[in-house]
T-cell receptor, first 111, second 114 residues
């Protein structure tokens, strides 16, 4: 069974700092990996999708990398802003659209 | 382009009742999957439908069921509700089932069982 772990569970940083969120998974036979953000009481917003054949994806201040062989992904957020405060979730798909989610990293960016 | 729409947004039900939740995927998307989110267990996969067929099912009791219609809209049903079924239920839609398809989530239905 796929196990997904996210470290750290919570992170508090001052505005403007660069930060890295970590995700690890146990089964490397993944279809893809997606990073999402979730605001309190809301649904999930897709941030980046990395296909299994890709090494990284970038969108604006976000960069996600994937190392399938070691079962790791990182989400890099540059120049953090208070609006980035949310829970960040990593999800891996082994087949179709059946995702296994990590427990998330709760990020607080302090103005 | 409209996003994934889930209705209703909030529900309060009594133990033993049944409930039906609805999910309308993004136009053109044929795959819908459902997830349960609780503080203790996080996000857990319930089931996935593609072109009206259930492709995968998570480890939930038979009280949880779903279906998908020809227009790709999906419903999930929970019978004989238990207090532990209180959760945020999320559905996700995607165009297909390949590794290059991005999943988009709705805002969820918050179910409270009393």
């Amino acid at each position: 069974k796929q196990e997904v772990t996210q470290i750290p569970a919570a992170l508090s940083v001052p505005e403007g700092e660069n930060l890295v969120l970590n995700c690890s998974f146990t089964d490397s036979a993944i279809y893809n990996l997606q990073w999402f953000r979730q605001d309190p009481g809301k649904g999930l917003t897709s941030l980046l999708l990395i296909q299994s054949s890709q090494r990284e994806q970038t969108s604006g201040r976000l960069n996600a990398s994937l190392d399938k062989s070691s079962g790791r992904s990182t989400l890099y957020i540059a120049a953090s802003q208070p609006g980035d405060s949310a829970t960040y979730l990593c999800a891996v798909s082994l087949t179709g659209n059946q995702f296994y989610f990590g427990t998330g990293t709760s990020l607080t960016v302090i103005p | 382009k409209a996003g994934v729409t889930q209705t209703p947004r909030y529900l309060i039900k009594t133990r033993g009742q049944q409930v039906t939740l609805s999910c309308s995927p993004i136009s053109g998307h044929r795959s819908v999957s459902w997830y349960q989110q609780t503080p203790g267990q996080g996000l857990q996969f319930l089931f996935e439908y593609f072109s009206e067929t259930q492709r995968n099912k998570g480890n939930f009791p038979g009280r949880f069921s779903g279906r998908q219609f020809s227009n790709s809209r999906s419903e999930m049903n929970v019978s004989t509700l238990e207090l532990g079924d209180s959760a945020l239920y999320l559905c996700a839609s995607s165009q297909g089932t390949g590794g290059n398809t991005e999943a988009f989530f709705g805002q969820g239905t918050r179910l409270t069982v009393v």
